[in-house]
């Protein structure tokens, strides 16, 4: 599906698309300096957690409206954009009064369809870039439904952040990234950027390079990523965020590639190479249906000398054989012993179908 509107915006801004700034804003001096190192390496987009949803109460739930005053002050001074999470229209409001340039949603606002509409509801006629998390849960409809309802309600410059997804078991990551969903939201919605957040699918500092290279190589449009002056002094999420160097170094050592290219030469080169590609995969099907004519043959032949189906020495002589047929031919014999199962057991499941026709036809005789 494409929505129509969103087409233009792609554009708006550089690819790759880079946010990255304080979980929360604490004070103006913690704020300013992170954003003045963080620009310093070149990002000119400042994230800042103003409203923090958390899970537990009693704890630091964001400065509010004074840091929007902050965020004012230091736009003005370092000419950079800033965005912060909105999960109601009071937050809409406020936000857009004190002139923030990008809205974000967060995944426990993305669950709550009611939220969602409240949220499009107030953004009427206003035009400003919002970015949707995915929901905590890993249900791509509830992703997709917020984006629509964004849509519905005339926005047009709509993006969407990766930041994994919730689980109840313990896993070597804050929140699963299962690359799989953000990438089936993308093959729905072509044209709206979609970046990643390794931070909060991280949960820890240590993996952000490997998840941003990840999403890199995913073909993602850009990363959003939690930094700050002193990460762990931070108010919030202090284990995930990195030092503005880091960030620069992070940023200087991970490869952008480009999703196709125009250089003339290459796009015919590659051209050729899929053309041959499509050839032995025709190539690859022929051989499997005259293996599996070969494979009826004998299941025939079996039965009508009443032969079991399965016979275990022959099995265990043509898994040795292949295996070392793959390791010869320089592919990998595990992929290779699996793919073999796999014919290996659609053939049997021929010959089965084989050998019950004739029981099936003798029953009917009797
Ligand atoms: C955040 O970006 O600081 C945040 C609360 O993120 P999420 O909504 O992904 O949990
Ligand atoms: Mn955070």
Redesign the pocket.
């Known amino acids: 599906m494409e929505i129509q509107g969103l087409k233009s915006w792609g554009g708006h801004y550089k690819r790759p698309l880079i946010m990255a700034g304080p979980?929360s804003a604490e004070t103006f001096e913690q704020l300013r300096e992170t954003a003045y190192g963080i620009r310093n390496h070149g990002v000119n987009i400042i994230r800042a957690?103003v409203w923090?949803?958390r899970t537990r109460p009693n704890n630091f739930e964001g400065i509010g409206v004074s840091a929007l005053k902050w965020i004012r002050d230091i736009k003005a001074e370092l000419n950079v954009e800033f965005a912060v999470?909105v999960a109601n229209p009071l937050h809409v409001e406020e936000a857009l009064y004190h002139g923030i340039d990008i809205l974000w949603i967060?995944?426990?606002s993305t669950v709550n369809p009611f939220s969602i509409q409240e949220i499009a509801n107030s953004l009427r006629g206003v035009d400003v870039p919002v970015f949707v998390?995915n929901p905590i849960n890993p249900d791509l409809s509830l992703w997709i439904g917020a984006i629509e309802r964004l849509h519905q309600a005339g926005l047009t410059k709509i993006g969407a952040i990766h930041?994994g997804f919730s689980s109840y078991q313990k896993t070597r990551f804050r929140n699963v990234p299962q690359w799989r969903i953000p990438l089936d939201l993308k093959k729905t919605f072509t044209e709206i950027p979609l970046i990643c957040?390794p931070s909060?699918i991280a949960g820890n500092r240590s993996m952000i390079f490997e998840l941003s290279q990840k999403a890199a190589d995913l073909d993602f449009d850009g990363l959003m990523i939690?930094t700050h002056r002193q990460p762990d002094d931070a108010w919030s999420?202090a284990k995930q965020q990195i030092t503005p160097a880091r960030l620069g170094e992070i940023l200087g050592q991970i490869k952008f590639r480009n999703p196709t290219s125009r250089n003339k030469e290459f796009i015919s080169h590659l051209e050729e190479l899929r053309e041959e590609i499509d050839h032995l995969d025709q190539e690859l099907y022929e051989v499997i249906a005259n293996r599996m004519k070969l494979v009826d043959q004998i299941g025939y032949y079996k039965r009508d000398n009443n032969v079991t189906i399965f016979q275990k020495n022959r099995w265990k002589e043509i898994s040795n054989s292949r295996h070392s047929w793959a390791d010869k031919l320089g592919l990998d014999p595990e992929f290779m012993d699996e793919l073999f199962k796999m014919i290996h057991e659609n053939s049997i499941k021929r010959q089965t179908l084989i050998m019950n026709q004739e029981i099936e036809k003798t029953r009917n005789v009797s």
Do not use: I, L, W
């Open positions: 979980c957690g923090k949803p999470e967060g995944a426990r998390k930041r957040d909060h939690e999420d």
